[in-house]
């Protein structure tokens, strides 16, 4: 063996220095002056993150009293943050109405192409339940029953239905909000302790021959100052079908 040979230990012991060095780095944080030469070094750091300069503050030399620049600034960081969070709320009910146009799209496609009545009230049902998630829901259709197909809506007289629900049948558009106990009775039967709002909408073509009614247990759901846009869309899509189907 040759005896100028030595074993060669300085390898491992570099590699294990050098796997020290992301830690080390990692428990030191950097330094004002690191952070300096990084700014020199970048000057164009700032225009690549713009987002990073909205968070800065830059107080000038004014003693104890705010200068004019720095209100400005707080000013237009205020103003910034409050057309995000309208962003975000115009966003999020654009969401929220795109999706509601697809169930009712999808609603509309299948009373289309219902051959009678009790298919169309099937229907609707099916999809106030399982795709609208509405708690409680009704249609109550005016005149005699011996003269109306059998469906699974209610069929009420029209002498009783004014009695009990004239305003809102002389309305003749739709409705939201909390109702009289005997007006939730008419709409909603033996469900009516369990309503707390109701949205509700005539049918009339010529004359008002129903009313679809929608109801939650909670009684800030459905509120006077809320749009019916889609309600009211449905109740019309049953304007022009289910009259043709009632005789």
């Known amino acids: 063996m040759n005896e100028n040979y030595q074993p060669h230990n300085k390898q ?21 002056q690191q952070v300096s030469e990084f700014l020199s070094a970048n000057p164009d ?3 690549q993150h ?20 720095e ?20 966003l999020e009910s654009a969401s929220i109405n795109d999706k509601l146009f697809e169930k009712t799209k999808r609603l509309v496609l299948n009373i289309l192409e219902a051959p009678d009545l009790d298919t169309i009230v099937t229907t609707l049902y099916d999809s106030l339940g399982t795709d609208f998630k509405v708690e409680f ?4 259709l005016l005149g005699e029953r011996d003269k109306i197909p059998a469906s699974h809506a209610r069929v009420v007289g029209l002498e009783e239905a004014h009695g ?13 909000g909390v109702l009289r106990q005997d007006e939730l009775e008419f709409l909603f039967g033996e469900d009516a302790d369990k309503v ?52």
């Open 12 to 32: 491992p012991q570099d590699r294990q220095s050098q796997d020290k060095q992301p830690q080390d780095k990692q428990n030191n944080p950097l330094t004002g």
């Open 45 to 47: 750091f700032f225009e």
């Open 50 to 69: 713009p987002q990073i300069v909205e968070s800065l503050e830059l107080p000038h030399e004014s003693g104890k009293a705010v200068s004019l620049i």
């Open 71 to 90: 209100r400005q600034i707080s000013v237009l960081r205020e103003r910034n943050m409050e057309m995000r969070a309208r962003l975000n709320s115009l």
């Open 137 to 140: 829901h009704n249609l109550i």
């Open 164 to 176: 009990a629900i004239g305003t809102l049948l002389r309305t003749n558009r739709a409705i939201c």
């Open 196 to 247: 707390g709002s109701v949205a509700a909408v005539p049918l009339c073509h010529g004359n008002i021959f129903g009313v679809l009614a929608i109801g939650n247990s909670d009684p800030n759901c459905y509120r006077s100052s809320m749009g019916t846009l889609f309600l009211s869309y449905i109740a019309e899509v049953l304007n022009r079908i289910a009259p043709k189907l009632l005789h």
